[in-house]
């Protein structure tokens, strides 16, 4: 006696077929390649400044500069905090980035809770990160990243 199989269910698992054979295959070391920030190519880089702006609200406001070329898909800038002794790092938003190896500047900033940090001194982390397709499925390529202590100041 045969068996029958809802339309729905067989078109979804036709689609689901038709993308697992056209995705290419990644290689072993894919999942390590995409797990830490390469080092920069040569003249890439992004820098933190020295003081960000934290306000009575909790609002943090980071910036710095950053330099990248040769990019195919769209490129941010991301920033992240830590303020000992919390282990927390927090986002500090993103900001579109332009690749076309000349010197920009990026601002970030980030509306956290009042008490989600101090002023005084805290580590910063900044990254260029371009998102590039690898068959169906975009995927991070680092430009450059940066880290810095900073003051964090009220403004």
Known sequence: MPVSVPRPVSGAALL???L???A???PA???SAHSAPAPAASGESVTVDPVGVLTPEGSLTLGG????SDATGP????ASVRQDPSAVRRGVGGTRAVCDGR???????AHLSADALRAGAAEVEATVMELRTQGVIPLPGFHAAGHRTVTLAHG
Do not use: E, I
């Open 20 to 22: 697992a054979c056209a």
């Open 16 to 18: 689901l077929l038709g």
């Open 103 to 109: 010197d920009h500047r990026w601002r970030n900033t």
């Open 65 to 68: 500069t950053y330099r990248c």
């Open 75 to 78: 490129v941010f800038v991301s």
């Open 24 to 26: 290419p295959a990644a």
């Open 29 to 31: 070391s894919a999942a």
